[in-house]
């Protein structure tokens, strides 16, 4: 059996992280056009260091929580699985689904990449061993590429860039080769048509399980609307499809 989930902020919740358009979402007081594009880097590259420095030490002092969890279980049960996550925190993948199972669509926190070449690195230890001190975030300086001494940036997708198109096509070949029975949308305000047409195309035929406390612009396409919390919802969700409650696994 096939499986996708897709998840954003509203997975994260619950361990402290905040969403984006959520109550005490990030865009909800901050302008992203300052923060999170490629003209505020260039305008003011230390205020966008700063703001992902800061969600870098919180993100690092997070741990996964229910949701995370019962989201790797299922990857272990099923047949054919694929997470595809908005969400550039380690969460998910500190919980344990295998690299090869999971798409970061809008980038990964920890990578620091130059703005000019495909210079990159990953600023945590891959172990994801925090250990007991954990480590900080280190304050000052905008990092320059050893390479060619540009500007080094967060490694994240910023509004007007392109997704990673290696991502995205190990989306599309996953979607392209057979529909899936179970697509589990949790945590998103599914802004972007790529969340949606995604979630449609992998499910045409299958269940779609929207977990959600709000309604999103998916939820009139939904088979089935969870209105809970992802970390009380998904841990039920995951154990009922193992247990074949929905006969789905
Ligand atoms: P949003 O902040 O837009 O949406 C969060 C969603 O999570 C909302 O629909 C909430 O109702 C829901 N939510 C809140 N708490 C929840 C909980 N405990 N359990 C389940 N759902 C909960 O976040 P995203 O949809 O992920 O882009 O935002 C998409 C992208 O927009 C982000 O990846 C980010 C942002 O700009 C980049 O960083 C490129």
Known sequence: MRILILTGAGVSAESGIATFRGKDGYWRNLDPAKLATPEAFARDPKLVWDWYRGRRQRIRNAQPNAAHAAIAKLAQHANEFLLVTQNVDDLHARSGPPKEK?????????VTKCSRCESERRDDPPSHDYGAAGEKEPEGDIPRCPKCDAL??????????????????????????????????????????????????????????????????????????????????????????????????
Request: glycine share 8%.
């Open 152 to 249: 080094m940036r967060p490694g994240v997708v910023w509004f007007g860039e392109q997704l990673p198109w290696n991502e995205v096509t190990r989306v599309e070949n996953y979607l392209n080769r057979e529909p899936c029975e179970i697509v589990i949308v949790a945590g998103t305000t599914a802004t972007f048509g790529y969340i949606i047409d995604w979630a449609l195309q992998a499910s045409r035929g299958g269940e779609l399980i929207e977990v959600n406390p709000e309604e999103t612009p998916l939820s009139c396409f939904a088979t089935q609307m969870v209105r809970e919390p992802a970390a009380i919802a998904l841990p039920r969700i995951v154990d009922e499809l193992i247990a074949g409650r929905s006969s789905k696994l």
């Open 102 to 110: 999971m798409v970061q669509i809008h980038g990964d926190i920890f």
